[in-house]
């Protein structure tokens, strides 16, 4: 295979190709010598840049990911980045920051998934899935994200966090308004035209918490942003803005990742009748595997940035300060040196070490254990409700350079 401007994945059009040839593009990649450079296409409302090194190796990535001392997620882990004011006006992500400040902050926002806070969860997340089969048994057949992720995730994450039911159908429109403008970020004409809804939606979201915060510095619930309000560990704190920050980054990843891949479970169950059949057959035994794998399979996280901070050798490529290397999850994850049959759907693959959740160090996802449970929860109702629930036609993807997304996903059942 040749590298033409076809098949430069740092462009929009690269990914509006089938997911088999991306594949076959990537396993490509795979096997040369050293990571290649692709040129940053020129988007408004971005930083320029000159463009990245991909790591597309299993070993690459999970390098780039322990190696934060030279692979730093400051100051953008998105790419293209946002141009420089955009922190100043929404504040920075706990994801764009590295140790000491991002230390810190992590030591703080983990008290959102301690165990006594995820304990607290269980029954509001099993009633919530409850209510989302039950309507979409109502219903009828239909869209599976409209009719059931969609509000499933939502809902959860707002029980987490503690917000008002009067404003969660606004924190969904804002959600989903952040989540159009991210998935079309190499796409000018995309760009432009989310860009003000997604201002709006910012700005909403974080007004929102920072008002419900004040609320509950002054009158405390047993939820995550009254203990994250109050939060005081070893004398810190965070400030309006942090909080904003990490709300932000809570509600738009922990409502709309395990969304899609709720979705990407029931397409890849419903196209692999034995896999399903095997996990039916003991949903306690074989689920916990079954998430690891359809998380490896469909990667909805496709990539994150790193930037370098001095000068550095990753198989054979000479690295500089100032270069941007992006991790490719989705490559990763289909690495035939770690995975055997890395095309192959299998629910007893053990082991796993797939980096669908970022990769081991210091950034692996705060949020995996909730993800997961959310999903094992959220499908034992399922099958156990509507045990025949399929696809009535293939899944409408999201044309994105960042996230592995199902727009619209057609199920049936009797």
């Known amino acids: 295979m040749e590298l033409t401007a076809d098949l430069d994945i740092a462009k929009l059009d690269f990914w509006e190709r089938p997911v088999s040839e991306r594949h076959e593009v990537f396993a490509w990649l795979r096997e040369q010598e050293r990571p290649l450079f692709f040129a940053q296409p020129k988007v408004p409302l971005a930083r320029a840049g000159k463009g990245f090194y991909a790591l597309v190796r299993h070993s690459d990535v999970t390098e780039a990911s322990r190696n934060g001392a030279v692979f730093a997620n400051s100051p953008a882990v998105t790419n293209p980045e946002p141009p420089k004011w955009v922190k100043y006006i929404y504040g920075d992500s706990l994801e764009n920051k590295d140790a000491p400040e991002h230390t810190r902050l992590r030591r703080i926002v983990s008290r959102a998934f301690a165990p006594r806070m995820m304990a607290r969860l269980e029954e509001p997340m099993r009633r919530r899935a409850e209510q989302a089969v039950s309507a979409l048994a109502a219903h009828g057949p239909g869209d599976f994200v409209e009719l059931v992720t969609q509000d499933y995730t939502t809902h959860v994450v707002c029980d987490l966090l503690g917000i008002p039911d009067e404003d969660r159908p606004q924190v969904m429109r804002w959600v989903r308004d952040t989540v159009e403008y991210q998935a079309v970020r190499s796409d000018p004409k995309g760009m432009l035209r989310h860009a003000l809804k997604n201002t709006r939606a910012t700005f909403g979201l974080r007004n929102l918490v920072i008002r419900l915060g004040r609320q509950r510095r002054r009158d405390p619930g047993d939820d995550v942003i009254s203990a ?110 770690v995975f055997t049959d890395p095309g192959v759907f299998d629910i007893t693959r053990g082991p796993n070490p797939h980096v669908a959740f970022g990769g081991p160090g210091a950034h692996y996802c705060l949020g995996a254990h909730l993800a997961k449970r959310e999903l094992t929860v959220l499908f034992q109702e399922l099958f156990t409700r509507l045990p025949d629930i399929r696809l009535a036609a293939p899944p409408e993807p999201m044309v994105s350079t960042f996230n592995h997304a199902i727009r619209r996903l057609p199920v049936t059942f009797s």
């Open 228 to 337: 994250l309000a109050g939060a005081d560990v070893e004398g810190e704190r965070l400030t309006g803005m942090e909080l904003g920050a990490f709300f932000l980054l809570l509600v738009v990843a922990g409502i709309d990742t395990p969304g899609h891949t709720m979705s990407h479970a029931l397409a890849l169950l419903s196209e692999h009748p034995e896999q399903r059949e095997l996990l039916l057959s003991d949903y306690d035994r074989h689920m916990p595997g079954a998430v690891d794998e359809i998380v490896r399979y469909a990667s909805p996280i496709t990539q994150l940035q790193r930037t370098v901070t001095k000068e550095y050798e990753l198989r054979g490529q000479r690295l500089a300060p100032g270069d941007k290397v992006v991790l490719f999850y989705n490559s990763a994850n289909r690495d035939e040196r």
